[in-house]
């Protein structure tokens, strides 16, 4: 993952806690014309992530929605008020465009 600005990042976070895999989260803060802004970059897990490669010791959708669980806790934790975007691949249509019993 990689995110960038033309001036330096501050507060730089790539963990964010223990419950996200690593490398698919990162966090800093850069400074703008309107003040700090926090840029946080995810990768989201696919529906499908280590249920038949990989690992294959998952259901459908338990990484993604782990990883979901992980960083609302994540960002609920927040105790500053610098505006946040969150960007990156979240691996989902919202809404569904198709959808069958595997679906959440």
């Given amino acids: 993952m990689l995110l960038w600005s033309q001036q ?12 996200l895999p ?8 850069t400074d703008t014309n309107l003040g700090p802004l926090r840029i946080i970059g995810v990768c989201i897990p696919w529906s499908h992530a280590h ?3 990989g690992r294959r010791d998952r259901q459908l959708w338990q990484d993604h929605l782990t990883f979901l669980e992980e960083l609302e806790s994540l960002l609920n934790r927040r105790s500053d008020d610098i505006d946040t975007i969150v960007v990156g691949d979240f691996n989902q249509r919202i809404p569904p465009t198709t ?3 595997d679906c959440f």
């Fill in 8 to 19: 330096e990042w501050d507060n730089v976070d790539e963990i964010g806690n223990s419950g």
């Fill in 22 to 29: 690593p490398g698919r989260y990162i966090s800093g803060v």
């Fill in 51 to 53: 249920v038949s490669t």
């Fill in 99 to 101: 959808c069958t019993e």
